[in-house]
């Protein structure tokens, strides 16, 4: 069974909300009132989604709230060799990106599958985010895709809080509110493993 196969059609929920609760839920315990605050989903929505999670063996009841499974542990082990947890970065300058609020992630070794950084923009765009930024690791520098231009202060700011190592991406998603820009980093960075990392090695079987 892989990640797509999670999805009801019939709620409106995605992958990234999926990865989303994953995550949460690996950090600690939680009920369904909290993670309708932390995902920004409807209680109907939520409930769709924990019940296809459980029905998958990833997420199991307890008197504390939803845990992960062992099945569930080892898929977020998985996802997060390749993909972080998004992190807040604050804002920055226009220049570099275009909300208020933004969230970076890294994907590792994944400029291969970079072309202008516009198709990254689009995925978020598409969830009604302001937008998304793409980065990539030539060389050991952090440049824009197809461009050689030094962006110091803020690759200072994400070497911080990443291991960046050449070929790696960063995903910078942006919007006027904090949920929808963390959610625009996810949408952005799973579209570049929609081919490959989620059909293939994001299996949870």
Request: net charge positive; hydrophobic share 40%; glycine share 6%.
């Amino acid at each position: 069974m892989m990640l797509k196969n999670l999805i009801d059609v019939r709620a409106s929920y995605s992958i990234a909300h999926i990865v989303k609760v994953l995550f949460l839920l690996s950090e600690n315990p939680m009920g369904r009132n909290q993670l309708i605050k932390e995902i920004g989903l409807g209680e109907a929505t939520i409930k769709t989604l924990i019940k296809r999670l459980k029905k998958n063996d990833l997420v199991k009841k307890t008197t504390k709230g939803s845990i992960l499974t062992k099945k569930g542990t080892l898929l977020v082990g998985k996802i997060l060799k390749n993909i972080s947890r998004p992190v807040e970065i604050g804002i920055l300058t226009k220049e570099y990106t275009v909300g208020k609020y933004n969230f970076a992630l890294l994907i590792k070794n994944a400029s291969n599958k970079i072309k202008s950084g516009i198709e990254q923009r689009d995925e978020a765009i598409k969830i009604g985010a302001d937008g998304a930024t793409t980065l990539v690791c030539k060389n050991d520098k952090l440049v824009f895709p197809g461009c050689n231009k030094k962006i110091v202060v803020l690759e200072r700011v994400l070497r911080k809080i990443f291991k960046i190592e050449n070929e790696d991406v960063i995903i910078i998603g942006s919007d006027s509110t904090k949920k929808k820009a963390e959610e625009a980093s996810l949408v952005a960075a799973l579209s570049l493993w929609q081919k490959k990392a989620i059909n293939k090695e994001y299996q949870t079987d």
